[in-house]
């Protein structure tokens, strides 16, 4: 297990508790579920005695990858703070293995909420088949998608990187080919920390004050009315 200093984790949650707007709180790393059972039992104690923090998160590849860390110990442990979100990284439809899904079961069938954020790599899964596997193959073992990360310029993973525009084909053909479920949003991290941004294709062709036209995923347009009563 990774060793976080108690002292660590306590300043901040105290930044926590002394900042009352905070209503959300991410617990990652690195991966929160190496953390041990009774630190991550204490962690999830604390944020719940702040009355302002509304809902708990964590970010994980276990699932993924060491689908034996989710234990009835820890699955119980997790469902007496509900609401308790959990936000997993699987990548390609053959990650999804017997394992793999039985983690995600025991995990939805203690009431936690499961969230897919892949990320676009070149030559794993910059196809728009195999996200729509992907993503489909996700729903039947109650992950939701969630978020299609566009790859950081992270030195050492060049041979991954691929162009927005890979990412926009990839999203156009997923609207129509399958389920609104099934459709995340794709997202560009801002440099300079500028945040998460959406990408998506424009339906959108034009915006008047009495009328907007649009096409479908199909590129048939439509107009609709625009006025308010």
Not at 54 to 60: A, L, S, V, W, Y
Not at 95 to 106: D, P, Q, R, V
């Amino acid at each position: 297990p990774i060793y976080v200093p108690r002292s660590k984790l306590k300043k901040a949650i105290q930044y926590v508790r002394n900042n009352t707007e905070i209503r959300d709180v991410l617990i990652t790393g690195g991966d929160a579920f190496m953390l041990l059972d009774s630190d991550i039992n204490w962690l999830l104690e604390e944020l719940r005695s702040i009355e302002h923090v509304e809902i708990i998160r964590f970010g994980t590849r276990t699932p993924v990858t060491l689908p034996q860390r989710i234990t009835s110990n820890l699955v119980n442990i997790l469902k007496k703070y509900h609401p308790v979100y959990v936000n997993t990284h699987f990548n390609s439809p053959r990650e999804i293995t017997g394992e793999a899904k039985k983690a995600c079961e025991m995990l939805a069938n203690a009431g936690i909420p499961l969230g897919n954020q892949m990320v676009l790599l070149k030559g794993v899964n910059d196809d728009p088949f195999i996200v729509r596997k992907l993503n489909q193959s996700l729903l039947s073992i109650r992950v939701k998608p969630y978020y299609i990360f566009h790859p950081k310029n992270v030195k050492g993973t060049s041979r991954f990187w691929v162009n927005i525009q890979t990412g926009m084909e990839i999203m156009e053909k997923l609207r129509g080919r399958t389920s609104g479920l099934a459709i995340p949003t794709y997202i560009v991290n801002g440099t300079g920390g500028l945040g998460k941004t959406p990408v998506m294709p424009n339906y959108i062709l034009y915006m008047g004050r009495d009328t907007v036209v649009m096409r479908n995923w199909a590129g048939e347009i439509f107009e609709i009315e625009n006025e308010a009563e």
